[in-house]
């Protein structure tokens, strides 16, 4: 069975960094676009970027380009989303999703990890 | 950044019931080379990530019941729920992925 699996939930203090991890199983890994999208009540749903493990190909969203790094380890089937600085604005829960493809185009999100909880106090 | 606006935020729904929820993109969002809408509807229950349900506006993810069906091109789009089940509840999402990713703000029903 295909899943992503995502590191537990972290409490941080503004300033410091983190790195929280998803990892693949029950598929190829390498073949799909690996997505990084946050929740939060105030700003509901956002798109941060997304990477490609064959080529560690990255995107960001210009929201959130220059704030976070997305690294990925295909040897490890693992991708992983990170702040050298965090902000009591970065609290939210944050999924790594699998971007699904049909036909060879984009067909949305079909694998989604549990996702984890990073909660910044100021 | 396309923005996907839901209407409405909220509603008030019966058993058996249908349903119908919309979603509106700031720009079109139909790639006329291949006549394809870059649009997807997610449910979310608490406690749980997002669900995909339909892609390319109509397109029925594998597993997800029949009486969950989308429409509408370009910029103009309906999630419809036929005969609402009780395990139905949850917060529905609208997405476009034609430039990056944008989501609407979310359709909670409520029984």
């Known amino acids: 069975e295909a899943q992503l699996v995502q590191s537990g939930a972290e409490v941080k203090k503004a300033g410091e960094p983190l790195k929280i991890s998803c990892w693949g199983s029950?598929?190829?890994?390498?073949?799909?676009?690996i997505a990084w999208v946050r929740q939060t009540p105030g700003t509901g749903l956002q798109w941060l970027g997304l990477v490609y493990p064959v080529d560690s190909d990255i995107k960001y969203s210009p929201s959130f380009r220059g704030h976070i790094t997305i690294s990925v380890d295909r040897a490890n089937s693992s991708a992983y989303l990170q702040w050298t600085s965090l902000q009591a604005s970065d609290s939210g829960i944050y999924y790594c999703?699998?971007?699904?493809?049909?036909?060879?185009?984009?067909?949305?999100?079909?694998?989604w990890g549990q996702g984890t909880t990073v909660t910044v106090s100021s | 950044d396309i923005v996907m606006t839901q209407s409405p935020d909220s509603l008030a729904v019966s058993l058996g019931e249908t349903v119908t929820i919309n979603c509106r993109s700031s720009q079109n969002i139909l790639l006329s080379s291949n006549n394809v809408n870059y649009l997807a509807w997610y449910q979310q229950k608490p406690g749980l990530p997002p669900k995909l349900l339909i892609y390319w506006a109509s397109t029925r993810q594998s597993g997800v019941p029949d009486r969950f069906s989308g429409s509408g091109s370009g910029t103009n789009f309906t999630l419809t729920i036929s005969s609402l089940q009780a395990e139905d509840v949850a917060v529905y999402y609208c997405q476009q992925f034609y430039t990056s990713y944008t989501f609407g703000q979310g359709t909670k029903l409520e029984i």
């Open positions: 029950g598929y190829k890994f390498a073949k799909s676009w």
């Open positions: 999703a699998r971007l699904q493809s049909a036909a060879r185009l984009p067909s949305g999100m079909d694998l």
